[in-house]
């Protein structure tokens, strides 16, 4: 966790080279939630004591909750120090921060709440010169966004309030359906209401520093790009482990399952961002052209073979950093005959000239011994063996690690100091703490500040959102079909099912240790 010596760390004078955003309001519907405290709320508040935000910013929290103004105030500057670690010393500058925070409590499918908010919305424009930019945030459950968008169109809330001289936005919080026609349904909702370029799909991924570093590390050093393709790599791996399991998250977790809540959003993300051509330039349309090219050459996998692509998995109870811990089963609010998957791997082809026939293998799982997200491009082996007799000549892998001890390695093979001729294979590393010395800003924070400044190349187009849909939907289509059959089971703290480990094995292959 972040401390307050972060506050003022260098990584942080790259966000301030930024242009600070216009002067802005910000509605966050569902402002009761998880997401709002631990995730929102703190970013804002970093942006702010950054000097990030513009004069005057100030948050409307809207929720069902009965709370006041000053209730709300108190409960997200206490949520700011505890999730900050902040100690006293910062409480005069979270109390100014406090002092931009309002709520209205109301009901999301009442008219007149949207009244309240467009009032509101006029009061602080006159008050703290807002200046008539609205950010709507949809935090809330994903079966309010269709009403929410409407009422908000409904009350003309939607449209910028003087055309050409302010801006409306409106960010969306994933999922963003839970098949191809819920997504396709959600998205006429929104662009019936605001136009594409109001949107932003928000995908949390894409807004880590390391995810972004992908990028500038494939195009920004001239010596990656020309290997990066199927003459030298034999194969990707891209791994998603947490050690958490569903938590309270039980119900959600039930209509979701990891497919949905990881694979169709952050891991399909990860992978374009690994597979896509160079784009033009470093902006919002020509990045996500390409990454949406990336999902439109992903091979769909045939109906009556998902078995052989893909595998599930389910945690039993097991041992996590050192405590006991229930199988999935028998967590809250989770059916004690469920079949939904809390792990699952698979393995895609991308139909494209640079990748054909390289298998990209995919894993994400909760209950794994730890939280780690990496992405290892395995090179193709030697094509010929010099050393005769040597044993220890592996392949060579570049593993970018997304979190935690963000960094990016290169194994490659050395000679063991001696007389005779051992190889044993060795690492380059960089580590971002140790290179820059400090923590980069949250994902959150760079994502909020994007939308603010209008910049939406790090969030989804609706086009990328439907294919990564139907790449996902026969998959779920299957598993349905086939409930328990071909679910495995693995002890929580475990990396996962034997049968995963068969997957790839299968294939000559083996899952990179993490
Ligand atoms: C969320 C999922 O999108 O991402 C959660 O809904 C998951 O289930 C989380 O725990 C992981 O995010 P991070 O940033 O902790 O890797």
Redesign the pocket.
Known sequence: MPDTAELSNPLREGIRLRRTPDPCAMVIFGASGDLTERKLIPALFYLSRERMLPAGFSVIGCARTPSTHEEFRREMTDAVKKFLHLTTESDAFVDGFGKGLHYIADDFSDPKAYEQVRAILERLDQERGTAGNRLFYLATPPSFFPVIVKHLGAVGLAKPKVAGKTWTRIVIE?PFGRSLESAGELNRAVTSVFDENQIYRID??LG?ETVQNLLVFRFANGIFEPFWNRRYIDHVQIA?A?E?G?ES?GAY?EE?GLLR??IQ??VLQLLSLVAMEPPATFEGTAVRDEKAKVLRALRPIPLGRVQDFTVRGQYAEGYVGGGKVPAYRTEPKVSPASNTETYAAFKFFIDNWRWADVPFYLRSG?RLPR?V?EISIQFRRVPHLLFRGADGIEPNILSIRI?PNEGISLKFCAKLPGTTMQIRPVEMEFRYGESFGAVPPT?YETLLLDCMLGDATLFNRDDAVELSWELVDPILDRWKQDGAKGLAFYAAGSWGPAEADAFIERDGREWQRL
């Open positions: 994933k949390h991924y880590k998603v947490e958490l569903v998250r977790y979701a809540d990881m959003n952050h909760k939280r997200s979190q994902a």
